[in-house]
């Protein structure tokens, strides 16, 4: 489906999140929470495929453009009551994906509101990253953006090194990444704060999915399986061949997936 339209919907604090719309937008549809080092624009191909919702909502985090800055209040609290204004504004919608850090907001806000579905693509949580955050912050203060995207790719995710100079390489990418770079810090405290022992109590059902090459492999196999202890009813399903930017690398073979669990 085509993207329709864009909505800027008001937020906590002064900010603000802008939703891009593929479909129908009058329909009600799934919405789409990306994660860390990731834009909605990022997203418009898994978007774009998928065909089991009349519409599909993605969501552009505070923290990048177009939407609104973060604020001085920007806790892990702060996205799940984005999440939450997003889902009011688009009522009829019962159908939530997360990917990474948008995957645990997602399990947070089905604490506190019924969702008829809520699907999470290698959701994480504490200590992802906690390792990295002195440097993180030390990056931040000097907005030091290619020292934070290397620190993300070598300290937290462990890129191979080849890789890393690879992405440098290609200057369109590696601005990108820059750009995306800047609510790391921010992001990754709010990972690691403290949760609950139970998750998404609310939701009617909840999908859980894990890329075949990152299963039980630190960083995104074993925040994985953190999450699955708390959420012990969820349906865990792996999509092989697949890591953690599934959403870059194989957004048509995501999309089948995620069209599979509209039932």
Known sequence: MEQTIQKRVSVGGGSWVVVDVYGDPGAPGLVVLPGVMSDAFAWRHVASAVSAWPSVMVVNRRGRAPSGPLTDTYSLRTEVEDLEAVLDVFGDTSAVFGWSYGGL???LAADERPLR???AYEPVMRPFGQHALPDLKAARENEDWDTTVDIVNRKITGLDPARIEALRADREVW???RRLSAPLYDETLAVN???PATLARRADHVDLIVGGTNR???PYGTAFD???RRVPAATVHELPGQGHLVHLEAPTQLARLIDTLAG
């Open 175 to 177: 601005e990108a990444l």
């Open 193 to 195: 704060e403290p949760l």
């Open 216 to 218: 039980g492999i630190a």
């Open 105 to 107: 907001i997602a399990l």
């Open 117 to 119: 579905r809520l699907i």
């Open 226 to 228: 953190d999450i699955r």
